[in-house]
């Protein structure tokens, strides 16, 4: 396959180029910009070849702008199926990143692209490339695929009605999996395809936890594993389940030792606080703890402003992502968060004390009736310090279990040993106070036999103390 007729190169070297604010030409959709979709649909009728562009084209485009962005592929082939989409559309991610001059970012409706400058300057001033690019990598990359036609929409207007296609078809992508559970299947399936950004990350996705990006479902994975299954999802026998609340099985630890090269052994899939799953970088939230309250709360990518402990999820993604596990800080989906499953092993659904509120509005349905409004969101509580007054008004039931009462009682709870995994420092025995913070007495953080690695650390200052009871 050959791009020599393109002004700018194309390949996988070009996958982690990064185009900084002051280096871009325009940007299409991400978090400023409301409607913004891609998406795959098999279609045996399309003209294979053929590029469309319904609003301002690159050229048309001001500099230094944000414009939507929809990006509609429709593929054709004997063998396709609807259950391939989605897997199909995650390679839209890839495929553009490696146009050297584009930067994309996200999936679904949080799509997020930046084209540079100097790409534009050297040629790159239109969709149609951009589309004959994706068509020419489709095809040589999916075999299966024989032919492929692409839309881009990026007016205001014309976007509205194929977003709300998109929508639809999210939906009912979602609502299709939420019927099934991991007890009711005898295989799971794992990706690898963020390999190239965090390395030792790979998913683990069964019915009850949909891929961390969201984009991948049980169904989807198990498509793809089927007509590829040598390719970058694969079938993950579960073998022997050793715990069932924490979801860890045998078959998902040798799957992960395997493709993590042994940095990661163990993998308890349905907690954030114990061997959580990795995350790489693409989550659609982040399920954070609270050690003040003991509890979790979820914030997700769309969310303008601080979550409930005072940061963005842009400083949360730092500390989340990257193939590590991270007690405390889950890369997770949104549709896990409606799961029975999620996170059971560290209380499930009862410890969510706080969600973005736009968030929460999308997830209500999916959770237990009488707990919905004992969540709080920054329309209810905007500081950490108020978080407790209102969940004891609210009844959450959080406030009746003992890790609660001993967090904002300032006891100190049995000492427990934390395993982490990573590399650098080795630290031996170690044991310090945080004075000031989860209460009177700060709390004690024993290290045995650890070895840390930190790419930052975060000590917030904390103004007042939480009130009592
Ligand atoms: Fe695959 Fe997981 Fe990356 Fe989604 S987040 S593309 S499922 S590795
Ligand atoms: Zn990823």
């Known amino acids: 396959?050959?791009?020599?007729?393109?002004?700018?190169?194309?390949?996988?070297?070009?996958?982690?180029?990064?185009?900084?604010?002051?280096?871009?030409?325009?940007?299409?959709?991400?978090?400023?910009?409301?409607?913004?979709?891609?998406?795959?649909?098999?279609?045996?009728?399309?003209?294979?070849?053929?590029?469309?562009?319904?609003?301002?084209?690159?050229?048309?485009?001001?500099?230094?702008?944000?414009?939507?962005?929809?990006?509609?592929?429709?593929?054709?082939?004997?063998?396709?199926?609807?259950?391939?989409?989605?897997?199909?559309?995650?390679?839209?991610?890839?495929?553009?990143?490696?146009?050297?001059?584009?930067?994309?970012?996200?999936?679904?409706?949080?799509?997020?692209?930046?084209?540079?400058?100097?790409?534009?300057?050297?040629?790159?001033?239109?969709?149609?490339?951009?589309?004959?690019?994706?068509?020419?990598?489709?095809?040589?990359?999916?075999?299966?695929?024989?032919?492929?036609q692409v839309t881009f929409y990026t007016d205001a207007k014309m976007i509205e009605e194929p977003h709300a296609m998109a929508m639809n078809i999210y939906n009912a992508r979602d609502e299709r999996a939420r019927g099934l559970h991991d007890e009711d299947v005898d295989m799971f399936y794992g990706c690898v395809l963020c390999q190239s950004f965090a390395p030792t990350h790979a998913c683990c996705i069964t019915p009850d936890r949909t891929s961390l990006c969201g984009s991948i479902n049980w169904f989807d994975a198990r498509a793809a594993a089927k007509v590829d299954p040598k390719g970058p999802l694969f079938e993950v026998p579960p073998g022997e389940c050793y715990n069932k609340e924490a979801g860890e099985f045998e078959g998902i630890n040798e799957m992960i030792k395997k493709r993590s090269l042994g940095e990661i052994e163990r993998i308890y899939l349905y907690s954030g606080m114990e061997y959580p799953h990795t995350s790489c970088g693409c989550f659609?939230?982040?399920?954070?703890?609270?050690?003040?309250?003991?509890?979790?709360?979820?914030?997700?990518?769309?969310?303008?402003?601080?979550?409930?402990?005072?940061?963005p999820f842009s400083a949360m993604a730092n500390q989340t992502g990257g193939g590590k596990q991270m007690a405390g800080f889950n890369g997770i989906s949104i549709q896990y968060i409606g799961s029975p499953k999620y996170q059971q092993y560290d209380g499930g659904q009862a410890t969510i004390v706080w969600m973005g509120k736009a968030l929460k509005d999308r997830v209500a349905e999916f959770l237990p009736a009488d707990l919905v409004d004992k969540i709080a969101t920054e329309e209810d509580v905007q500081e950490i310090n108020g978080l407790q007054a209102w969940l004891e008004e609210k009844k959450h039931p959080i406030i009746e279990t003992d890790g609660y009462k001993a967090a904002v009682g300032g006891e100190e709870e049995e000492e427990e040993e934390y395993e982490g995994e990573g590399a650098m420092v080795p630290m031996g025995t170690q044991s310090f106070m945080i004075p000031g913070a989860g209460g009177a007495g700060g709390f004690k953080i024993i290290l045995k036999n650890c070895k840390i690695h930190a790419e930052s650390v975060i000590i917030k200052k904390i103004d007042s103390k939480p009130k009592r009871k």
């Open 284 to 311: 659609e939230a982040i399920d954070f703890y609270i050690p003040e309250i003991d509890g979790h709360g979820i914030i997700d990518r769309n969310h303008d402003g601080p979550a409930i402990n005072g940061l």
């Open 1 to 148: 396959m050959s791009f020599s007729d393109m002004p700018v190169d194309v390949g996988p070297v070009y996958e982690g180029e990064r185009i900084r604010g002051n280096q871009m030409y325009v940007e299409l959709g991400g978090p400023k910009i409301d409607k913004k979709f891609e998406l795959v649909r098999v279609n045996q009728k399309v003209e294979d070849g053929k590029v469309t562009i319904h609003g301002p084209d690159l050229k048309d485009m001001e500099q230094g702008s944000r414009y939507p962005i929809g990006i509609f592929v429709e593929v054709a082939g004997k063998e396709l199926e609807e259950d391939l989409e989605a897997v199909f559309e995650r390679r839209i991610h890839e495929f553009c990143n490696f146009v050297n001059g584009i930067m994309h970012l996200n999936q679904r409706y949080t799509n997020w692209m930046r084209v540079s400058i100097q790409a534009f300057e050297k040629g790159l001033n239109s969709f149609e490339m951009l589309g004959t690019i994706l068509i020419r990598l489709f095809k040589a990359e999916l075999p299966i695929i024989e032919k492929a």
